[in-house]
């Protein structure tokens, strides 16, 4: 079972300022298997990233992910009101299929 | 436009089965994966299993033994049924779309609570 762990578990930011959000893999993984999710309270997750680096339709260009192997980036470059939320990194191949990492919470410093 | 609903109870008693439906407007639900996925009230995200529209499924290991998922593509619904249900198995379910290893679409979620 390949494990994703998200750090740092909670951000504190202000707005306007850039966010760097991690996700590691236990092992090496292949780059187009690894997704990014937006979730604010009350609502269902929403795709970001996919394949690592692809923006989903309709995500402003602030989102960007990066990374190869084990260690991929969620890069926030300004922060918006609006971007304060949990973000999930999430992985296919392996036992399970999917496996999500453990979140980190974006806050308002 | 997809979207996606989940019906059922919100309330199931220890060591009955959960059930839940998925229904899929705006679009056919031919030709994709269609997963289940859970969140214990403020914890992460799990995902449950999924189904293919032809029928062919895959589920967590350790959720496969108490785990059926159905579909229906006449009526553009599938299901999740979760038998022996205990206090862990409380939480929002959601199902979504699979689409090239990420989920790109889901539903709003609705909340399990397994209690007497």
């Known amino acids: 079972e390949i494990v994703l762990t998200q750090s740092p578990g909670t951000l504190s930011l202000s707005p306007g300022e850039r966010a760097t959000l991690s996700c590691r893999a236990s092992?090496?993984?292949?780059?187009?298997?690894l997704a990014w999710y937006q979730q604010k309270p009350g609502q269902a997750p929403r795709l970001l990233i996919y394949?690592?680096?692809s923006r989903a339709t309709g995500i402003p260009d602030r989102f960007s992910g990066s990374g190869s192997g084990t260690d991929f980036t969620l890069t926030i470059s300004r922060l918006e009101p609006e971007d304060f939320a949990v973000y999930y990194c999430q992985l296919y191949g392996s036992s399970p299929l999917f496996s999500f990492g453990q979140g980190t919470k974006l806050e308002i410093k | 436009q997809v979207q996606l609903q989940e019906s059922g109870p919100g309330l199931v008693k220890p060591s009955q089965t959960l059930s839940l439906t998925c229904t899929v407007s705006?679009?056919?639900?031919?030709?994709?994966?269609w997963s289940w996925i859970r969140q214990p009230p403020g914890k992460g995200l799990e995902w449950i299993g999924y189904i293919y529209s032809s029928g062919g499924t895959n589920y967590h290991p350790s959720l496969k033994s108490r785990v059926t998922i159905s579909i229906d593509t006449s009526k553009n619904q599938f299901s999740l049924q979760l038998s022996s249900v205990t206090a862990a198995d409380t939480a929002i379910y959601y199902c979504a779309r699979e689409r090239a290893y990420r989920f790109d679409c889901w539903g709003q979620g609705t909340l399990v609570t397994v209690s007497s």
């Open positions: 394949g690592a680096s």
């Open positions: 092992q090496s993984v292949s780059s187009t298997y």
């Open positions: 705006g679009g056919s639900i031919t030709s994709y994966y």
